[in-house]
């Protein structure tokens, strides 16, 4: 059964079938009762309610648009002061009616986020607040012309109907909703009416008592004295200003003040008129509002908005000695805290966080601000030095040294801290950020707890990969990636027998870059596995191409595969596909995996390996002795070659050979042929080299003394030449 609202002010429970104009007619129905008493109008309570409904439309409507706009409810406000709502306590009482029952009633239902539509209805609540306000300060502005005209009129026609011009002016003057206060040109207050009188809150001679002189007070708009100097002279006729005023009780009162200058018939000046409009609830609104949109809701501190501001008035150049300094703090681990025991304790953490934050502060020229999730950032205004700086980071460190005490736990709190400082005028505030948030990274890479100051050359170098992660996707779109092969030369006879295919990409600006440079990024970002594709495809076409220009022997390609590709499970189901479509038989194809991506190794990780071993293709160990992986485990690996890294070689580049390199390669070869492993060798660049690899039984290799990595028609070009 449907309940009308209580005359609280409570409101209705929704029945059952209620369609959105019943919800919206009672929406109506709650406005009206919170705010029909402190109206004027000659409407009936019926009338208002049904006044109210398509102003209550509008604010459905506004509400739930997209994109969203609140400027129609500018309008509603216009429209509440026509129906002469315009006692103080209206505006409030609409805002509350607005803010408590606006998404209860007329929310779209489950098309937005609850988020959203309290953030929606609070923008709406605020243009309601503004239009009032316009609305209000026309009519007061045309009160005010009135009671300006009449004061006028009433002093030139003093002469001619004295008494009863007194009687007109008296009744402007009594009964205007305004406060009007008359001055004599050497300032002393002669008459106020009950208006102002109400306005200070004190008895009339509170206000008379006083000359206008009296009246300053520590938050006066720059210049307003010398404005009022300046009627007082005769030298302008009027002004207007917000001025704030001090009440008898010692509360403040703002009001929008306007001075005149009345002048006689013979323009010499006589009075100063002032006419004064209480704004001191719509001030502390628009106070209240402006908090709200600059400050963090959960730990009270500053927000983004608020410290950019801060942030660009210290950037700002004066005379150019001016100095910052900036701590951007991330905390380490905390998507853990709130993967592990929730959000709500992840909430708790930050504001235990952000109160410890704010003891490290030891000056108002000092800024604690949260700009996001787990990212605070302290600013310090002009400081002595970057000691000073420094100092800070150290006291946010310890401040989080010690643990936080939430539900029964104690939780540690690590920090890694950026710091950029620095003269002011050099860098906007962007940059500042983004070297600062450049900097923190560097920090938590190093193993976090600890500080980093920005440095030029690493913000580059970040920046630049940035660049090129962003790039890498339409790099392969377009083609800007190429192969170039690298012969691997038997050792017995000199002959080729295949060659290692290298990605390289041709960069428009930075040119061609080697596979270091652009692997890890792809390999962080997921986009290892096209860009492994392409090349492995590309790679066995070559193969084909080269079987097909009648090469002598079969030539094998050796590709790559990345720790990432090794663990995506298309890996065999494509690895059979790009053979299948070039038409090559799978003994043409090794994959060369490092040793490091296969330590501690799990049947998992090995079975597509083993698949892949099992069809025919070769499995290559790169860069073996590098990894400290356990030699037992070579047993169970599905391997056919194992790439000697080139660090146990280089003693081998000249006569005579460093006996210990010779004893490990020995070893190792000795080891492989027995696990019936081919061994290749990377990176000879000597002809003493290859020579003594070929003495200890090595069967391959590769480097410059054979050739450089180039296109595939050069593969048999072998220089033969010393690389030093």
């Not at 009129?153 to 305004?178: C, M, N, P, W, Y």
Request: aromatic content about 6%; overall charge negative.
């Amino acid at each position: 059964m449907t309940r009308r609202p209580s005359e609280s002010g409570q409101p209705d429970r929704d029945g059952p079938r209620d369609g959105p104009e019943d919800r919206l007619r009672r929406f109506a129905r709650i406005w009206s009762r919170a705010i029909y008493p402190a109206t004027a109008t000659s409407m009936t309570r019926a009338e208002f309610e049904d006044y109210l409904i398509p102003l209550a439309r509008t604010l459905r409507e506004a509400l739930t648009a997209r994109p969203f706009d609140p400027t129609p409810a500018l309008d509603i406000g216009t429209a509440l002061v026509a129906a002469h709502c315009t006692d103080p306590g209206a505006l409030p009482r609409s805002l509350g009616v607005v803010d408590s029952y606006l998404v209860l009633y007329c929310s779209p239902g489950d098309h937005f986020p609850a988020e959203e539509s309290r953030a929606r209805c609070a923008r709406l609540q605020h243009a309601i607040a503004a239009g009032f306000a316009q609305a209000l300060r026309e009519r007061t502005l045309i009160e005010q012309e009135a009671v300006s005209r009449a004061a006028l009129t009433a002093q030139a026609d003093a002469e001619k109907a004295l008494h009863a011009s007194e009687a007109l002016f008296r009744a402007v003057f009594e009964g205007a909703a305004i406060g009007i206060g008359i001055a004599d040109m050497n300032g002393d207050i002669i008459d106020v009416n009950q208006a102002l009188t109400q306005m200070f809150g004190g008895p009339e001679e509170h206000v008379r008592s006083r000359k206008v002189t009296d009246w300053a007070h520590p938050e006066d708009e720059p210049g307003v004295w010398n404005l009022q100097r300046e009627v007082a002279r005769g030298e302008r006729d009027h002004y207007r200003a917000e001025k704030p005023y001090y009440r008898s009780d010692g509360t403040v009162l703002w009001t929008n003040l306007t001075v005149s200058l009345l002048r006689d018939n013979a323009d010499r000046p006589q009075y100063m008129l002032a006419l004064m409009e209480d704004i001191t609830e719509r001030r502390l609104l628009h106070e209240q509002l402006r908090y709200e949109a600059t400050h963090d809701a959960l730990t009270g501190l500053p927000n983004r908005t608020l410290f950019f501001e801060r942030l660009e008035a210290a950037l700002a150049e004066r005379d150019g000695v001016a100095r910052f300094g900036l701590c951007y703090l991330d905390l380490d681990g905390f998507k853990a805290v709130n993967d592990s025991l929730g959000h709500a304790v992840g909430d708790q953490m930050l504001v235990a966080v952000a109160d410890r934050l704010q003891t490290c502060l030891t000056s108002p020229d000092q800024l604690i601000a949260r700009i996001g999730g787990d990212e605070f950032v302290a600013l310090i205004v002009d400081p002595d030095s970057q000691d000073d700086v420094t100092a800070l980071a150290h006291r946010i460190l310890d401040a989080l040294s010690e643990p936080v005490r939430l539900e029964g736990r104690d939780l540690l709190v690590r920090g890694s801290i950026g710091i950029v400082d620095g003269p002011a005028g050099e860098l906007g505030p962007e940059e500042v950020l983004r070297s600062a948030d450049i900097t923190m990274y560097r920090a938590k890479a190093a193993g976090g707890n600890r500080y980093e100051h920005a440095d030029p050359e690493a913000d580059v170098l970040a920046i630049t990969k940035y660049g090129l992660v962003n790039s890498l996707p339409m790099a392969l779109e377009r083609g800007e990636f190429f192969i170039e092969y690298q012969p691997l030369v038997r050792l017995c006879d000199g002959t080729v027998h295949g060659a290692e295919a290298l990605v390289r990409w041709c960069h428009p600006l930075r040119g061609v870059l080697g596979p270091d440079q652009f692997i890890p990024l792809a390999e962080n970002t997921g986009l290892i596995v096209p860009l492994g594709r392409w090349v492995l495809s590309e790679a066995v076409r070559q193969a084909r191409d080269w079987q097909f220009e009648g090469c002598e022997g079969p030539l094998r390609v050796n590709v790559n595969l990345s720790p990432f590709q090794l663990r995506h499970p298309g890996l065999v189901r494509d690895t059979v596909e790009v053979l299948k479509e070039a038409g090559v038989e799978p003994t043409a194809l090794c994959l060369e995996v490092t040793e490091s991506a296969l330590i501690g190794a799990d049947e998992t990780l090995l079975r597509p390996l083993r698949q892949l071993a099992d069809l025919g293709v070769d499995i290559a160990l790169d860069d073996f002795g590098t990894g400290y992986s356990n030699l037992s485990n070579l047993r169970r690996m599905p391997l056919s070659t194992l790439k000697l890294d080139r660090s146990f070689t280089r003693g081998m580049q000249h006569d005579p050979a460093d006996p210990i390199d010779v004893k490990i390669v020995e070893g190792v070869v000795s080891l492989a042929h027995t696990l019936d492993l081919a061994v290749t060798v990377e990176g000879v660049e000597t002809g003493a080299q290859a020579e003594h690899l070929k003495v200890l039984g090595c069967d391959t290799a590769q480097g410059w003394y054979y050739a450089r990595p180039g296109p595939p028609e050069r593969l048999h070009a072998l220089s033969l030449v010393d690389a030093s």
